[in-house]
């Protein structure tokens, strides 16, 4: 069992910049792939930035390619989330999950392939 706690949301104007954290416990943190996801108002969840046992693999929606930066501190258990640049169309609640890819270099995109997910953390852009 991995448990994952968000925070870092809150309320930001356009051209602002927030990070997220996600800490983790539980079973070792360095062996999973984790991931952001985000959910806006009537919307589907959306896949925002996944990451590699390492760290040293990313891959992001080119909705916030260039914006965002996902990173992770592995001897701190946490994720993180640079979020430059924030448009309106931001706003979400943002979560973070973990999966387990069975690879040091594999990324996941699918929410199906997450295990692990934490409660949310809201991120509200004004205009």
């Known amino acids: 069992q991995v448990q994952l706690v968000e925070s870092g949301g809150g309320l930001v104007q356009a051209g602002g910049s927030l990070r997220l954290s996600c800490a983790a416990s539980?079973?070792?943190?360095?062996?999973?792939?984790m991931g952001w996801f985000r959910q806006a108002p009537g919307k589907e969840r959306e896949f925002v930035a996944a990451?590699?046992?390492?760290?040293?693999?990313?891959y992001y929606a080119d909705s916030v390619k260039g914006r965002f930066t996902i990173s992770r501190d592995n001897a701190k258990n946490t994720l993180y989330l640079q979020m430059n640049s924030l448009k309106p169309e931001d706003t979400a609640v943002y979560y973070c999950?973990?999966?387990?890819?069975?690879?040091?270099?594999?990324?996941?995109?699918?929410?199906?392939?997450?295990?692990?997910w934490g409660q949310g953390t809201q991120v509200t852009v004004s205009s």
């Open positions: 999950a973990a999966g387990n890819s069975g690879s040091v270099y594999r990324i996941l995109i699918l929410e199906r392939q997450y295990d692990y």
């Open positions: 539980g079973r070792t943190f360095s062996s999973y792939t």
């Open positions: 990451l590699s046992w390492s760290g040293g693999y990313t």
